[in-house]
């Protein structure tokens, strides 16, 4: 292949990532940088404009939930960073589930900083038998690499991360490793209660996509319902997203900058029950489509 030749494939493999379903997503990743935040205490946003990442400071190392969008590795470094942390103390990952929006920097914290990668155990079954799950192939870069995982986690188990206590459930639906995670914050007002979903996009509820599982019965979609369910009643003082729109991060981030001394926006108990009960209204909805059958 000539150089010219070589540049033409280049154009093509760019237009052909723009075009992906996701392909949007992997280009020039730091238009969307958000600058980090404290959300209360010990707890910090250090995801983009798409991507939730929290950052845990436990006292004894960092945890992160989640590791960001495949490629976004230099953002999430510098939120870490500019947050006030140093990103080698990251000593746990815990991903919320094994997609390429989510994994992104956790292969690469393993390998510099020696992470531990926890993801929930159907998920990482996923990774050895269907790793076309994740939608790596959406990147558009085959440098791009799976995860590692370290510890699988089980429903109901209760994990200890430095001085931080982790109580997970698995939830499946949006994927079968879903993992929703319970903890508490410590900051000003004392102690508060965390709480965060691992994924709820329909897009793998969709049917064709069921059935290429041989999920024939869409048997996902109830089973989604039951994890709702599940959870619903845990309480929670701070809903944490999986992606910003889920709990409005970016609208709350800005009230409570732009009037920090009025009431934490992120102290909201009423959040996590209502954005489930919307959720579980919505999937009723896409479940009684004919479109979706
Ligand atoms: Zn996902």
Redesign the pocket.
Known sequence: MTMREGYAQYLADAEALAQKRYGKYFIRQGRRYVAPFRIYGNVWYVGDNWVCVHLIDTGDGLLLLDAGNCGAEASLLSAIAEAGFRPSDVRWIVLS?G?M??FGASEFFRDAFGTQVLLGAPDAQMLREQPERTLIHHTGSAAVTLPTVDRELADGETVRFGGTEVMFRLVPG??DGCVAAFFDAHGELGVKRCGWYG?F?FN?LEKNYLLELGDTSFSRRAIYLESLAKVRDEHVDIFLGNHPHNNDTLGRMRRMLEHPDAPNPFLDPDAWGAYLDKKREKLLEFMADPKNN
């Open positions: 589930h997609h929006d989510h949006h994927m994924g996009g793998t």
